[in-house]
């Protein structure tokens, strides 16, 4: 089966590649490798997987209409998995129009490519972001979220409703994944956890925000590639989706969290441990666009595929400092980009 894959060089993109490539799926990936983190950490990314020989990998912006079309139309995709986006929350107040650029023009001509090649299966990544504002845990699909705290949780949920559109219009089998905190090896530099465990490494103190009282749904990335591979053989049906809309599209939407959140002061603990330092706390009020709490709903997900992620922060967390002492063991100023 071919399968392309946007974001290939991203966190969550690259460990579904290994894992992917590794069962024998033919994968042609994408990925514009920008600077938004480091570069070089994608690229070492890429490195673990290249000489797959199921693989085909093309540098190529998913902004770029007419070379995203020609891919779509020219190769024979049985799923489309789509990753790419322009992440961060907090980035999303600095730099909006990078936002409008990848996340919805981007998004339309990935929707675009699958409405002229037909694909079994369009996956794509949607956030817990588009919880925004909302009161009640946990975080269920069919809750409402028309109340998003950042452009980047209303471009994600601009995602669902195009999808929707092109499926309704065009009976594209989609599915949207509310991805909560994932975390983990070969995670992303801008994440809390990522720079903690920098920070704590280096003796250097770290910004508490709303003075640790939140809570997050910390999702390990196996345990997240082990949703999208399930999800992947499992279409929706036209008749699921009146569970959470009035159409008969072939739509689904899925939570893709631990459901157990954290406290932040006792993930910061946890971090303690498994780095062997303390942490010097430099405590700081609400930022723009956080949330008080992420906690997901996943007993539908579980339903249809018999898996809901289970990793525990404290396993999870030292897996994620035993790959940071590995991977920054050697030529550390070169490689990291976090310290100052």
Not at 234 to 245: M, T, V, Y
Request: hydrophobic share 40%; net charge negative.
């Amino acid at each position: 089966m071919n399968i392309l894959l946007t974001g290939i060089a991203g966190f969550i993109g690259h460990a579904l590649a290994q894992r992917l490539l590794s069962e024998g799926f033919d994968v042609y990936g994408i990925d514009n490798l920008n600077s938004y983190y480091d570069v070089q950490l994608k690229r070492d990314r890429l490195n673990t997987i290249l000489e797959y020989p199921n693989l085909i990998f093309k540098q190529v912006d998913i902004f770029n209409r007419d070379e995203i079309l020609d891919i779509l139309k020219s190769q024979s995709f049985d799923y489309v998995i789509h990753l790419a986006a322009q992440a961060g929350v907090r980035y999303s107040i600095e730099n909006p129009f990078a936002y409008a650029d990848s996340n919805l023009t981007g998004f339309l001509n990935i929707l675009e490519g699958c409405r002229h090649s037909s694909p079994k299966h369009l996956i794509f990544a949607s956030s817990s972001s588009v919880y925004g504002a909302n009161q009640k845990v946990p975080f269920s699909t069919s809750d409402f979220v028309d109340h998003p705290v950042s452009l980047y949780a209303a471009t994600k949920k601009a995602n669902e409703l195009m999808a929707h559109a092109y499926s309704h219009l065009y009976q594209i089998p989609t599915t949207g994944l509310r991805f909560f905190t994932v975390y983990g090896p070969w995670g992303r530099p801008d994440m809390a956890y990522f720079k903690f465990v920098d920070a704590i490494m280096n003796d250097l103190p770290i910004d508490v925000y709303n003075n640790g009282k939140m809570r997050r749904d910390f999702t390990y990335i196996d345990d997240v590639i082990e949703g999208i591979t399930r999800l992947m053989l499992h279409p929706p049906q036209a008749l699921e989706s009146l569970n959470h809309s009035a159409s008969n599209a072939l739509y689904k939407i899925y939570n893709i969290g631990n459901h157990s959140p954290v406290e932040l002061l006792y993930f910061i603990q946890v971090i303690e441990a498994s780095v062997g330092r303390k942490a010097k706390l430099n405590m700081k009020p609400m930022q723009p666009g956080d949330v008080l709490e992420t906690y997901a709903d996943v007993a539908e997900l579980n339903h249809v595929i018999g898996f809901s992620p289970n990793t525990s922060i404290e396993d999870g967390i030292a897996k994620f400092v035993a790959w940071y002492k590995s991977y920054y063991r050697k030529d550390r100023c070169s490689k990291s980009s976090l310290t100052v």
